[in-house]
């Protein structure tokens, strides 16, 4: 059975305004994953530069994608929940920004415990926003939340 993240229309059936924005998940394995958001005509604003919600979208996929990965056909289930974020902008995004969070390995071990305890987990993890030149556009702090479905 192909992993619901790596499944062809993913993001077209489940979060359709990532795919029109040009959202697209470029790698993901246990540890990382990227996701790219382009600046286009659909994704400006009035400043020039990529709107905020469209690489906040990037983001948050980022980590989205690892934690499903991770919870992905979990026995007993586990529910999530982003629960809080943080942004930072640093440079305008005026091309293409690709989103890395690296925390793969901790959103394994943090479900693992909300699962061997029964009790919920929370967990901040990191995507770093880069521009095609290495340079850095934007940091997100996503607090996830964790929890076995009753």
């Known amino acids: 059975m192909k992993h619901p993240v790596k499944s062809r229309g993913f993001l077209l059936l489940n979060l359709p305004a990532a795919w029109f924005s040009g959202v697209r998940i470029m ?3 246990e540890k990382t994953c990227q996701v790219t958001v382009p600046y286009k005509w659909f994704t400006k604003n009035p400043f020039r530069s990529t709107y905020f919600a469209c690489l906040s979208m990037a983001a948050e996929l980022s980590t989205g994608a690892l934690a499903m990965m991770h919870v992905y056909k979990r026995s007993p289930a586990v529910s999530m929940l982003i629960v809080k974020m943080e942004s930072t ?62």
């Open 89 to 150: 902008y640093i440079k305008k995004a005026t091309g293409v920004t690709t989103f890395t969070c690296e925390d793969g390995y901790i959103l394994r071990e943090t479900i693992d415990k909300a699962i061997a305890t029964g009790e919920g987990q929370t967990l901040i993890t990191r995507s770093s926003g880069i521009n095609e030149r290495g340079e850095s556009v934007a940091e997100f702090l996503f607090t996830w939340s964790f929890k076995v479905k009753q």
């Open 27 to 29: 790698e993901v394995n």
